[in-house]
């Protein structure tokens, strides 16, 4: 059984950075590929930011390409998102998956989440 918890999350002024974290366990993440999702108030879960499934390729929706970056630390069993330039709609709760099949893109294809962390950004 896959838990992931995040941590990292909190208020920050436009234009700041935060540091999002997603530690694993129950499997080694050499064997899955981890992704980042976020969920506004009244919005449907999107896609931000994942993984290959060689851990080197990357890929990031349009709307935090340039200014977020995933990474991962496999001898920690951990993966992160390194938030900057962020802006007042970035501003939801963001959650990390587990995905061992599928596409990067498709929420779908992620059978393990997190439980979430809260991201404000204040204008």
């Known amino acids: 059984q896959v838990q992931l918890v995040e941590s990292g999350g909190g208020l920050v002024q436009t234009g700041g950075s935060l540091r999002l974290s997603c530690a694993a366990s129950g499997r080694t993440l050499s064997t899955h590929a981890m992704g980042w999702f976020r969920q506004a108030l009244g919005k449907e879960r999107e896609f931000v930011a994942g993984l290959g499934w060689s851990g080197i390729n990357t890929y990031y929706s349009d709307s935090v390409k340039g200014r977020f970056n995933i990474s991962s630390d496999n001898a920690k069993n951990t993966v992160f998102l390194q938030m900057n330039s962020l802006k007042p709609e970035d501003k939801a709760v963001y959650y990390c998956?587990?995905?061992?099949?599928?596409?990067?893109?498709?929420?779908?294809?992620?059978?393990?989440w997190g439980e979430g962390t809260q991201v404000t950004v204040s204008s």
């Open positions: 998956a587990d995905r061992c099949t599928g596409s990067v893109w498709s929420k779908g294809e992620y059978g393990y």
